[in-house]
Structures are given as C-alpha cells and as structure tokens.
C-alpha cells in the first residue's frame, strides 16, 4: 500500500478534530445535564501551570489547518493566539477547521511533498531546517496530539462523560 502526504495527514487530522467535535457536543449535553454553564469549561486547566482548555482547541486548529497551510507557503509564521472566547466559539473553530481539511484536495496537498521549511522556535535564533514530510511528522501531529489529548483529558477531569471511543473517533479501516 503506498500512502501519499495527502494520507498522512489530511485524513488523520480529520479523524481526531471530528472526535474532539464529538467531545465538545458531549460537553455541551453534559452542561446542560448539571445546569452548568459551558463557558466555566473555557479556563479549565488540569494543573495550574498548562493552559487551559480554550488554548488546546486553538492548537488544534494551529496544528493541523496552518500547519498545513505553513507547508503550503513554505513560511512558518504562527498565527496570533486568540485567548478566551464563549465556548460556541470554541466549538465553531472545530467546525471551521474540519471545513478547512475537508476543502483540501489530495492534488493540491500532495504536490507540496518534499517542499522546504525553515522553521524558528520561540526565541531560539537556530533555525530548523524540514522537509514537508518530516515537517508534519515531527512536529505538527505530535503537537496536534499533545493539545488534542489534553483537550480530551480536561474535559474529561470535569466530569464530561467521554471515555477511549470518543477521542479515537470513526476509525479509518478498510472494511467495505
């Protein structure tokens, strides 16, 4: 089976945002369920010193939808962070982002296979040099998953009942 870079990444965001979109409706029930006001789920941290939860679904979106976007200019350039917003924003950004993968076309991703990238973290003045391939790799689906685990675990630590399936998602087999 040959996997193309549309493959290794396109679908496999989608697969976990449309989870976590999952996640963020079992939230909203739940708030409803014990009169809690979804928007107290905003600033929720899992210790003190992470971030909260707004900024996990921001990452989400980052991760995936300009981290391909990133590749696409060969120009790593991080969005402005947006801070807290009402938790329907939060919920509409997912949206937004599955919209975004699902308008990529495998044509159009895949002709950025093996394009350079020069990425500069932070502060560091050492720059990082990627190839597409490694880019994504490397970097973005371990960070999407970082922030997409801990978006899961925050909700889960307040009280949302969502368990294993529903960070997995709709699993991509091969079954017809």
Not at 18 to 24: E, N, T, Y
């Amino acid at each position: 089976m040959t996997v193309s870079f549309f493959d290794l990444g396109v679908p496999t965001f989608l697969q976990t945002v449309r989870s976590v979109g999952v996640c963020l409706d079992k939230a909203t029930v739940h708030c409803r369920e014990t009169g809690t006001d979804p928007d107290e789920l905003v600033s929720a941290r899992l210790f003190p010193d992470m971030a909260p939860f707004f900024f996990q679904i921001e990452c989400i979106d980052n991760y995936s939808v300009w981290g391909l976007d990133a590749i696409r200019g060969s120009v790593f350039n991080p969005p402005d962070l947006v801070g807290p917003v009402p938790f329907r924003a939060l919920q509409a950004r997912i949206s937004g982002t599955e919209a975004a993968l699902t308008n990529l076309t495998p044509e159009e991703v895949n002709a950025w296979s093996g394009k350079k990238l020069d990425m500069q973290i932070h502060t560091d003045p050492q720059k990082t040099a990627f190839v597409a391939e490694t880019y994504l790799l490397s970097f973005l689906l371990p960070n999407f998953y970082f922030h997409a685990v801990t978006a899961y675990d925050i909700l889960r630590a307040q009280g949302v009942p969502i368990g294993k399936r529903d960070f997995e998602g709709q699993l991509r087999s091969n079954i017809r």
